[in-house]
C-alpha cells in the first residue's frame, strides 16, 4: 500500500465480543454528499477494547469501525450466495437472482470494512441453519471454504478460538495504521481543526466531515519512496524516512474491492501540524 501527501494552503490479542447489528444501519460520506447505506449486518466479531465501549455509548448504532469480522445469517438456500447441499467444485449460485443479490450485499458489507483506514484483509462467517463457509477477501480476490455443520465437526468453533488469539496484524489490521486514544494529544489536536476560523469556507466543511466525534482518528505511516527503494541495499539496516499523518473520516473512498482502491483523507501531518491532502491507495509491487 502506498501514501502520497500533498499539502493544503489558505493508526494485541483480541478479547471478541459479538454484536448484533439486525435493525441498525450505518452512515458514511463521500465527498460533500452523505450517503445511508441500507443494509445492516446481523451480527459480528467485536474487539472488547475501552474505546469500542465509549463508542457504544456515544451512538446506538453498531460503528462498522470495530467490527472485525461480519456474520450474515440465513435460513433460506435460496437467499444464499453459497451452496449447502454438496461438496462441489461450483459453489454460486450463478443462476439463482436471489443468490446473486446475496453475494453482492456481502461484497457491500465488505466494502464498509476496506474504506477504513486500518483493514488490510478480512474474514467473514456466511450462515445457513447449522452450516457455515468462511470466507476471506483482501485486495486481489476473495477465497471461500467448503460448508461444514458446526453440530457434527468444530471447524467454526476452532476458527473463532484462533482469531481470538490472533495479532492484530494476523486479523488483517494494517501495521501502518495505529489507532490513537481519544484522550490523546494527537486526538485533541485533530479534532480542534474544526475550531479554526481561518479555513476557507469550503475547506471547513471537508475538515467538519473528516473530524466528527464518532469516527476514530487512525495515524497512518508514510515511507518516502526513495528511502523504500534501498530497503535490499546496504542502507537497509537503516531507519527509513517517513511522515506520520492524523486521519479521521475518509474524504473520498472507492466502492471497489480490488484494484487500486484508492482513499483520500483531509490530514494533519503530525510534525509539522499542518493542514494536507493524503491519498492512500494500493498498487502492484515491482
Same mark, same amino acid.
Given at each position: 500500500?502506498?501514501? %502520497?501527501?500533498?499539502?493544503?494552503?489558505?493508526?494485541? /490479542?483480541?478479547?471478541?465480543?459479538?454484536?448484533?447489528?439486525?435493525?441498525?444501519?450505518?452512515?458514511?460520506?463521500?465527498?460533500?454528499?452523505?450517503?445511508?447505506?441500507?443494509?445492516?449486518?446481523?451480527?459480528?466479531?467485536?474487539?472488547?477494547?475501552?474505546?469500542?465501549?465509549?463508542?457504544?455509548?456515544?451512538?446506538?448504532?453498531?460503528?462498522?469501525?470495530?467490527?472485525?469480522?461480519?456474520?450474515?445469517?440465513?435460513?433460506?438456500?435460496?437467499?444464499?450466495?453459497?451452496?449447502?447441499? %454438496?461438496?462441489?467444485?461450483?459453489?454460486?449460485?450463478?443462476?439463482?437472482?436471489?443468490?446473486?443479490?446475496?453475494?453482492?450485499?456481502?461484497?457491500?458489507?465488505?466494502?464498509?470494512?476496506?474504506?477504513?483506514?486500518?483493514?488490510?484483509?478480512?474474514?467473514?462467517?456466511?450462515?445457513?441453519?447449522?452450516?457455515?463457509?468462511?470466507?476471506?477477501?483482501?485486495?486481489?480476490?476473495?477465497?471461500?471454504?467448503?460448508?461444514?455443520?458446526?453440530?457434527?465437526?468444530?471447524?467454526?468453533?476452532?476458527?473463532?478460538?484462533?482469531?481470538?488469539?490472533?495479532?492484530?496484524?494476523?486479523?488483517?489490521?494494517?501495521?501502518?495504521? %495505529?489507532?490513537?486514544?481519544?484522550?490523546?494529544?494527537?486526538?485533541?489536536?485533530?479534532? %480542534?481543526?474544526?475550531?479554526?476560523?481561518? /479555513?476557507?469556507?469550503?475547506?471547513?466543511?471537508?475538515?467538519?466531515?473528516?473530524?466528527?466525534?464518532?469516527?476514530?482518528?487512525?495515524?497512518?505511516?508514510?515511507?518516502?519512496?526513495?528511502?523504500?527503494?534501498?530497503?535490499?541495499?546496504?542502507?537497509?539496516?537503516?531507519?527509513?524516512?517517513?511522515?506520520?499523518?492524523?486521519?479521521?473520516?475518509?474524504?473520498?473512498?472507492?466502492?471497489?474491492?480490488?484494484?487500486?482502491?484508492?482513499?483520500?483523507?483531509?490530514?494533519?501531518?503530525?510534525?509539522?501540524?499542518?493542514?494536507?491532502?493524503?491519498?492512500?491507495?494500493?498498487?502492484?509491487?515491482?
Amino acid at each position: 500500500m502506498s501514501h %502520497t501527501a500533498g499539502n493544503i494552503k489558505d493508526d494485541d /490479542q483480541m478479547n471478541s465480543n459479538f454484536s448484533d447489528s439486525n435493525s441498525e444501519t450505518d452512515e458514511s460520506e463521500r465527498g460533500a454528499d452523505k450517503v445511508k447505506h441500507d443494509i445492516a449486518l446481523d451480527c459480528g466479531i467485536c474487539p472488547n477494547v475501552q474505546m469500542r465501549q465509549e463508542g457504544l455509548t456515544r451512538s446506538p448504532r453498531r460503528s462498522w469501525h470495530w467490527i472485525e469480522t461480519p456474520i450474515k445469517c440465513k435460513i433460506s438456500p435460496t437467499g444464499c450466495p453459497f451452496t449447502f447441499d %454438496t461438496h462441489e467444485q461450483d459453489f454460486l449460485h450463478n443462476g439463482d437472482e436471489k443468490g446473486r443479490k446475496a453475494l453482492e450485499e456481502l461484497a457491500r458489507h465488505m466494502s464498509h470494512l476496506f474504506c477504513l483506514p486500518h483493514r488490510t484483509f478480512a474474514y467473514a462467517i456466511y450462515v445457513f441453519c447449522n452450516k457455515e463457509h468462511l470466507v476471506y477477501f483482501n485486495r486481489s480476490g476473495a477465497a471461500v471454504s467448503e460448508w461444514c455443520s458446526f453440530e457434527e465437526d468444530l471447524h467454526l468453533q476452532r476458527f473463532v478460538y484462533r482469531l481470538a488469539m490472533a495479532s492484530e496484524v494476523e486479523r488483517g489490521h494494517n501495521p501502518a495504521a %495505529t489507532l490513537v486514544p481519544s484522550s490523546s494529544q494527537d486526538a485533541k489536536d485533530f479534532r %480542534t481543526l474544526v475550531d479554526d476560523v481561518r /479555513q476557507p469556507e469550503l475547506l471547513w466543511e471537508w475538515v467538519a466531515v473528516s473530524t466528527k466525534r464518532k469516527c476514530p482518528i487512525y495515524r497512518l505511516r508514510a515511507i518516502s519512496e526513495a528511502a523504500a527503494s534501498n530497503t535490499d541495499s546496504k542502507h537497509c539496516g537503516e531507519t527509513l524516512a517517513h511522515r506520520d499523518f492524523l486521519v479521521g473520516h475518509p474524504h473520498f473512498y472507492s466502492d471497489s474491492l480490488f484494484g487500486h482502491c484508492t482513499r483520500g483523507y483531509i490530514a494533519l501531518d503530525a510534525a509539522r501540524k499542518t493542514l494536507c491532502f493524503l491519498k492512500d491507495s494500493w498498487r502492484r509491487a515491482g
